[in-house]
């Protein structure tokens, strides 16, 4: 059996034209216009497909096969996207699941178990905080969070939930519909060089990073550029430069592999003539490794409180999200790297740096990944692209793997 590639194909580029924005890239934020325009155009491919439609209290959409007993296998991504991203990230993965499950059911195959398609709210973390929806699903959302936290476009959550049938009540619910996971599966692009590089169509994915990832502050004293001696200055910004790089010096030689990252910066007053008195940054770090995430979130707030203490600052910071790396049961990628071999594909073993829904919903079931390169390790963009042929036989590994494990 395999996936009829032409209207997947078809799927992913009618898709792709629901949110285009004028810089020429995809605008599609979870509960934006674009976003339920979008989850109406595959509510109606799920039921078109044969597949029984449900949507829980987080806006995750499914389309399931099979009324047999037994744990549910899934297979998902999101639909959402970052502000003017690409069509393909997390949207093939939703999308293959959707041709698989189609094909299943055209092909009259019993299943022993019944499968389970997913589309999860807001991956990308447009609202509060990222994976949303799957964590709604496995039931480990932060309540203050929802309730009091602001959105990336600065209003709270429930006022762009107002325009939808949800509630923060709602989503704090859908936990108690989901149904007990055999084992979930995604496919999505890398996001990175390595497949490319290696000229290898599929990468299985043995781990996902960590996360941890803060707003933070040096907090100075502004005073006349003119006037204020350098030794009497309290430069909010040099204490953040002298961070930055500290920080990264420190990642690269005592724990090269994991990765530090300063993404937005907002200095205040943030005017000619002034000294700096308050630097407000975003600050992240990754690993694949537990013990690591520890080691690090000591040592560089450590750091932090050092040099705020010796420029005469004050150094303040607050947790926005935090994320375990996950480790890929040797069975799930035992059984990729089989089913990979029969269908003659190479393949390769990678590591996720990038979060995924696998990762939350890992706390409640085994999952793996199967990656696809991503065209100069690009993703998030415009410029975001495929190799079509690259998706056929990633979409056909899935379903050889959906049919194995649901059988």
């Known amino acids: 059996m395999q996936i009829n590639f032409d209207r997947l194909k078809n799927d992913i580029e009618e898709l792709g034209r629901i949110g285009r924005d004028p810089k020429g890239g995809v605008t599609r934020p979870s509960f934006s216009k674009a976003d339920l325009e979008a989850r109406a155009w595959l509510k109606e491919k799920i039921r078109e497909a044969g597949l029984v439609y449900r949507v829980d209290g987080a806006g995750n959409i499914f389309g399931r096969l099979g009324e ?29 699941g959707l041709e698989c499950l189609r094909r299943i059911l055209e092909e009259g195959y019993r299943l022993a178990k019944p499968v389970e398609l997913a589309s999860f709210t807001d991956e990308e973390g447009n609202l509060v905080g990222d994976f949303l929806g799957s964590r709604a699903f496995v039931g480990e959302l932060n309540k203050d969070l929802l309730e009091k936290g602001l959105t990336s476009f600065g209003h709270p959550l429930k006022e762009i939930l107002a325009g939808t049938e949800f509630t923060t009540e709602s989503i704090l619910e859908a936990r108690k519909t989901a149904p007990e996971i055999e084992a979930y599966l995604e496919l999505h692009i890398e996001q990175g060089p390595i497949l490319e590089t290696e000229d290898v169509p599929i990468g299985i994915v043995d781990l996902i990073t960590g996360k941890h990832y803060r707003w933070c502050s040096f907090i100075g004293s ?15 910004f040099l204490g953040l430069a002298d961070f930055a790089l500290k920080s990264t010096q420190y990642v690269a030689t005592k724990y090269y592999g994991s990765m530090v990252t300063i993404g937005k910066v907002n200095v205040s007053p943030g005017a000619f003539s002034v000294v700096p008195g308050q630097a407000d940054f975003s600050f992240e770090f990754r690993s694949g490794s537990k013990e690591t995430m520890r080691s690090l979130e000591s040592a560089l707030f450590s750091l932090a409180d050092d040099i705020a203490s010796t420029r005469g600052l004050t150094f303040v910071s607050k947790i926005i999200d935090q994320t375990e790396p996950v480790k890929i ?8 790297q089989e089913e990979c071999r029969k269908l003659g594909h190479p393949f390769m073993p990678v590591t996720s740096g990038a979060g995924h829904d696998a990762q939350i919903l890992a706390s ?14 690009i993703s998030h963009s415009p410029r975001e692209t495929i190799r079509w042929e690259d998706l056929e036989k990633g979409a056909n590994l899935l379903l050889q793997a959906l049919l194995r494990l649901a059988s």
Do not use: Y
């Open 222 to 236: 502004a005073s006349h550029s003119g006037t204020t001696p350098l030794e009497l200055r309290q430069d909010a």
């Open 68 to 96: 047999c007993q037994g744990k549910t296998v899934m297979v998902g991504s999101h639909i959402d996207t970052v502000i003017n991203g690409g069509m393909f990230d997390g949207s093939i993965g939703v999308l293959s």
């Open 364 to 377: 409640k079931t085994d999952v793996a990944m199967i990656f696809i390169p991503s065209p100069d390790g």
């Open 329 to 336: 049961p040797e069975r799930l990628i035992k059984l990729l």
